[in-house]
Nanobody, 115 residues
Framework: VQLVESGGGLVQPGGSLRLSCSASGLTFSRYTMRWYRQAPGKERELVAA????????DYADSVKGRFTISRDNGLSTVYLRMNSLKPEDTALYYC?????????WGQGTQVTVSS
């Protein structure tokens, strides 16, 4: 199983990025997909989640109204659209796939919000 994140980078405050997480080696449609982030010196926190039934979506309060999670089961990919980015969104963003006891993580993609 492999999860590969992409789309991170350096962006100015107020800017946008779209992260992608491409999965292989698993039946993607079964899995709840989540995005987490971890800033230096802080604990990893859940940013957004989308279940295998697309109508079940959750966001951290800190990103509601700014971030949008979506998935394409045909491409085995989950996305995180991030708008109105703030310096406090700076972190390493990780993709997670979970189904029953199966639990997989990507290596992360760095997002830096700075002027």
């Amino acid at each position: 199983v492999q999860l590969v994140e992409s789309g991170g980078g350096l962006v100015q405050p107020g800017g946008s990025l779209r992260l992608s997480c491409s999965a292989s080696g698993l039946t993607f449609s079964r899995y709840t997909m989540r995005w987490y982030r971890q800033a230096p010196g802080k604990e990893r926190e859940l940013v957004a989640a989308i279940s295998n039934t697309p109508e079940s979506i959750d966001y951290a309060d800190s990103v509601k109204g700014r971030f949008t999670i979506s998935r394409d089961n045909g491409l085995s990919t989950v996305y995180l659209r991030m708008n109105s980015l703030k310096p406090e969104d700076t972190a390493l963003y990780y993709c997670n796939a979970k189904w029953i006891v199966s639990d997989y993580w990507g290596q992360g993609t760095q997002v830096t919000v700075s002027s």
